[in-house]
């Protein structure tokens, strides 16, 4: 307490306890609802973010429900025209790769970049004529995706200096 | 203010009115506090709750990454033995429904269960001789996962009476 406070008249210092009491109760009852805001806040996170994953993994394993239709398709036609499956398989590997790029991994096409550790993996060297070492010449398993969103780098042989 | 708090003697009521500032103080605090938290906590499930579903389709896409793979070693052997394309194609298969199985969606096998409208999709109703009808006695296309977790119903044929 300061020394002005200490010399308010009795009536004054009555007034004031008075208001400060009130600003007490409102302070208290504000505080009490924001830790159960809070609270509630928390446990709602928990519920939801298992319900999102859920949910997302549904979605994505959706996708590929088509894929596996198809493959049953080209089965089932396989018995009639064993030569039909091939187009079929062809069809069905475009739209898995369709479904890949709509999740926002794309198949890389790497033939003829720079070497980059970031998305490339070097499972061989080899001496090509006239291309600059460094250079991806093969790749071996294609790579999905880029930078943040990099699904699987791809395995690729590249040129090496003489 | 009560009648008995305004009878207290003038010492009495300062040194209330001092701890009373100092509790309307500490309340102040805790108040900001507990909302700076709820604050706090709203931003960062905003940010992990992209992060994980992001994670999760990342982590589902990368689960059919080997069935793609294999789709393109399929075709590239068929241009050596066309005949074998047929057994790579049944190893995909098999592959793509163990992915959907891991993943909570097994392929419903429905043929002679009830019909029922939480996992069946009715296409058509035919008479067959000692069959109960409500059974399924053909599956059109296969459903994936049951319950909660149902990917997709399966759509069937389902016997009639007569």
Known sequence: MTDEQATDP??????EA????ARVAELEDRWRRALADFD???????RESATQR??????VAGLWLPVVDNLDLALEHAADDPSAIV????????QALDILARLG?????????????????AVA????????PGTVVQVVRPGYGAGEHLL???????????
Chains 1, 2 share one sequence.
């Open 10 to 15: 009795p009536t004054v210092e009555s007034a």
């Open 18 to 21: 008075s208001e400060l009491r």
């Open 40 to 46: 509630n806040l928390r446990k709602r996170v928990a």
């Open 54 to 59: 859920d949910a997302e993994r549904a979605r």
């Open 87 to 94: 187009e079929g398989v062809r069809a069905v590997r475009e």
């Open 105 to 121: 991994f794309p198949q890389r096409s790497d033939v003829g970049e720079r070497f980059d550790p970031a998305g490339h993996e």
């Open 125 to 132: 060297a080899v001496s090509v004529p006239d291309t600059s």
């Open 152 to 162: 699987r780098p791809a395995a690729v042989v590249v040129a090496k200096g003489d």
